[in-house]
């Protein structure tokens, strides 16, 4: 049992919990997030990937539960709001896990959407005291009156800047006006960056809270050794499966997370690579929970060697001893890529990321050095230089794939359809416009 964690204020079967699970000794989130959320204060807060965050919350979440006093039904005392479906998982998995040596059991419900939401009502039925869950779905859920949020004393936002690039900013308001007012309930936000919108949040939604900063440690920054290989965009997959099959020198890729900008080229790569004899399982947005979920397990355990994903992996999935990532295309935003390469690398380990950067890229590449303030020599591998001409940049600065987004190409239909509707104007009209 660790001395440390004691140190935090968490009672003996917490305590014990963490032994169980490994936990030597507090990381920097976990030591200074826990005792002031067990003080009962608002906990603002940012870390780096890796750094132990979930558990930072989940304790003192479990610790003030074991303190407080159960009513019969039971009722929801806790609420943590996650951006995606495989968090929601991840999460609750965790607190059910740190909640075993407890003398009461704690109930916990994991509430997503892209399943039926029956197997949900019914594991609501008497009531659970922790809830995780995806906004739109627990809403959905508290329409049909399978659950009630006037006893969740205690909140917890996590990824809260995703929820909010998700489009959640509309349900988590509903959300919250279901809560105790923020007088007599306790709110922690974690984010792993705080733009203007998750600053607005904060302001309305905490009171007087701690900031907690921990997102980049240059004391302590994550072992992550990064490369830029050029590579035609034809021979991408072909330079993939011979990265894999040498190895190349970094320390065997036994598990590889391979990072697309489409669902389609997550089908399409891994099928690729199967037919190279290379076990490989493809993960995105499109696919059934019981798909996901499948596709992970194996990935973690082992029996999928690449995981083929779209951005759905790029938050909040913890994937254990992962030695090696790769943008086969790259990532939107800088962020994204931070994110993206910072799923190896975890808990103290080492780990090797990889960008594949074609002619088409290389603008968008060079943005994204500027942006993590960082300049890679450009690598070619012998067999696989690239003969492609480069391109001018895009001006928006973001490259998402070579296939136009659904939501571009709705954009543009109804871009299409108001010119369709709308009478040309007279030529008059368009002179005494043009002078207005």
Known sequence: MSALFATLGLSEPLLRAVAEQGYASPTPIQAAAIPAALQGRDLLASAQTGSGKT?????????????????TPRRTRALVLVPTRELADQVAETVRTLAEPLAEPVKVA???????????????????????????????????????????????????DRLLDAGFEDE???????????????????????????????????RDPLRIDLAVDAADPPAITQRALQVDTAQRTPLLRHLIAQGHGDRGWDR??????????????????????????ALHGERSQGARRQALADFKAGRVQV??????????????????????????????HVHRIGRTARAGEAGL????????????????????????????IGGFEPTEVPVASDPTGGIKGRRKSKKDKL?????????????????????RSARS
């Open 55 to 71: 558990a930072a919350f989940v304790l003192p979440l479990l610790e003030q539960l074991s303190r407080s006093v159960r009513r």
């Open 110 to 160: 994991c509430l997503f959407g892209g399943v039926s939401v029956n197997p949900q009502m019914m594991a609501l039925r008497g009531g659970a005291d922790v809830v995780v869950a995806t906004p739109g779905r627990l809403l959905d859920l508290v329409e049909r009156n399978a659950l009630g949020l006037a006893w969740a004393g205690l909140l917890v936002l996590d990824e809260a």
């Open 172 to 206: 988590l308001q509903r959300v919250v006006a279901l809560l105790p007012q923020r007088q007599q309930r306790q709110t922690l936000l974690f984010s792993a960056t705080f733009p203007p919108a998750v600053q607005a949040l904060a302001r309305a939604l905490l």
């Open 256 to 281: 590889v997370l391979v990072f697309v900008a489409t669902q389609y080229a997550t089908e399409h790569v891994a099928d690729k690579l199967r037919r190279a004899g290379i076990a490989a399982a």
């Open 307 to 336: 995981l083929v994903a779209t951005d759905v992996a790029a938050r909040g999935i913890d994937i254990q001893r992962l030695p090696v990532v790769v943008n086969y295309d790259l990532p939107r935003s800088a962020a994204d």
């Open 353 to 380: 990321a990889i960008s594949f950067v074609t002619a088409a890229t290389e603008a968008h590449f060079r943005l994204i050095e500027k942006r993590q303030g960082l300049r890679l020599t450009r690598e070619v």
């Open 411 to 431: 954009r543009e239909a109804a871009a299409l359809a108001a010119a369709a509707a709308s009478p040309a104007p007279a030529p008059a009209t368009r002179a």
